[in-house]
């Protein structure tokens, strides 16, 4: 007899990626659990914005392809009050003269892209949770165990979830994070290490308007980006900063007054916003590339952070966890039109074939330009400001760059 701790599928993790792969997997007649450590879900202000301090310093640059996916999952139209849609890019190398701009007018498109906080997408997916049937979410309930097991003749997996729950799944997926425990429980191997850098995070306001542009510095010491988010008094002024830092260079800022890291934070920027009027108490977290080798492992299976976690410069870690989900989900339906069991092992396997390929390809792309942006050999830096002015001035292979970066 089925019990109320049994499970289909039991998601580790119910943040961004996790709710989202719950919410598209729903209808389906899946019963599913949502288990995680934080006290509940995010809770958010009702109207947008309109200060340094109303602001999350963690954002999101979602694509448009993402932007799509929310839609679909019937999210985005309580969304789209706080999310910045941004038009505009504009890269530099502090050492160079040249430039690159993407226009969403040149792809052409509306914008490149949307800023919002990631605490309000959390928050839209489980208030779209609340209402879906067969989904349950547990709660302050950090997974301590994971051990396979033969149960009615099938094998499942066995969770302990913190004091009391004790679950069990026919496929278990690890959406929590980088430093996952059901990767660690389920003994999946990484590549992986540490970029010797902190980002340091935080909202900022400007003393000129922001363009509806994302700006982006790079220098030998880390790349800078101001990023544009969704003023609730129309002044186009805030800004979200992710300042990536040597780590002995990051503590240094880190221990200066508001207003000295407002002079440096200018500085850096070269003033193209103006004097930073304002800034909110700064967070930092250190910067580690890290990549499971396997993505399944039996019927357990990785997705976002949990698999990859790469550098933020191009802002595209949250975008790929959400690929993730969507290939995921979509083989877990076809498992299920042919009725077989979800984790079939053919479908699980071409999950992991068509997400790797494209985790790596991107992680690979980061890594290329981390390196190129640091060198401080003369040549390369002649190359590579070369490079950019070429690269601006060929306006179809820019912008079919622009397109595939935006998802489409």
């Known amino acids: 007899m089925r019990q109320d701790t049994d499970f289909d599928l039991v998601i580790v993790g119910a943040g961004m990626v996790g709710a989202a792969l719950a919410l598209s997997l729903q209808g389906r007649g899946l019963r599913i659990a949502l288990v995680d450590a934080a006290k509940g879900p995010p809770v958010v202000a009702a109207d947008p914005g309109s200060a340094v301090n109303d602001f999350s310093p963690r954002v999101s640059a979602l694509t448009l392809q993402s932007q799509k996916l929310l839609q679909a999952l019937g999210v985005w139209s309580c969304l789209e009050p706080f999310a910045c849609a941004y038009e505009h890019m504009r890269v530099w190398d502090a050492l160079g003269t040249e430039h690159i701009t993407f226009n969403a007018g040149d792809v052409p498109s509306q914008s490149l892209g949307f800023i919002i906080e990631n605490h309000r997408v959390i928050a839209a997916l489980h208030n779209r949770l609340a209402a879906a049937e067969h989904i349950r979410v547990y709660w302050q309930s950090p997974l301590h165990a994971l051990q396979r097991e033969e149960h009615e003749g099938e094998h499942v997996y066995l969770l302990q979830c913190g004091e009391h729950a004790s679950l069990r799944a026919k496929l278990v997926v690890g959406a929590d994070g980088a430093l996952s425990r059901v990767r660690q429980l389920a003994q999946l191997p990484t590549r992986e290490w540490d970029y010797e850098h902190v980002a340091i995070v935080c909202t900022v306001k400007t003393g000129a308007a922001h363009q509806a542009t994302a700006w982006q510095r790079f220098d030998e010491s880390g790349p800078l980006a101001f990023l544009p988010l969704a003023d609730g008094r129309g ?140 060198q401080p050999d003369p040549f390369v830096r002649l190359l590579r400001n070369s490079g950019m002015g070429w690269l601006n001035r060929q306006r179809p292979l820019k912008n079919m760059l622009a397109r595939q970066a935006m998802g489409l």
């Open 235 to 374: 002044g186009e002024r805030l800004c979200s900063i992710v300042w990536s830092q040597k780590t002995e260079v990051a503590e240094r800022l880190l221990a200066l007054d508001d207003e000295a890291f407002a002079r440096e934070l200018a500085l850096a920027i070269e003033g193209r916003l103006g004097a930073v009027e304002q800034v909110s108490p700064r967070q930092s977290f250190p910067l580690r590339q890290r990549h499971a080798k396997r993505y399944v492992q039996d019927q357990v299976v990785l997705v976002g952070d949990a698999a990859h976690s790469i550098h933020p410069l191009a802002g595209q870690g949250v975008n790929l966890g959400l690929k993730d989900i969507s290939v995921l989900s979509t083989q877990i339906i076809n498992a299920q039109d042919q009725q077989l069991p979800v984790w079939q092992a053919q479908f699980l396997a071409r999950y992991q074939r068509e997400r790797q390929a494209d985790n790596l390809l991107m992680m690979g792309a980061m890594e290329f330009f981390k390196r190129l942006f640091e």
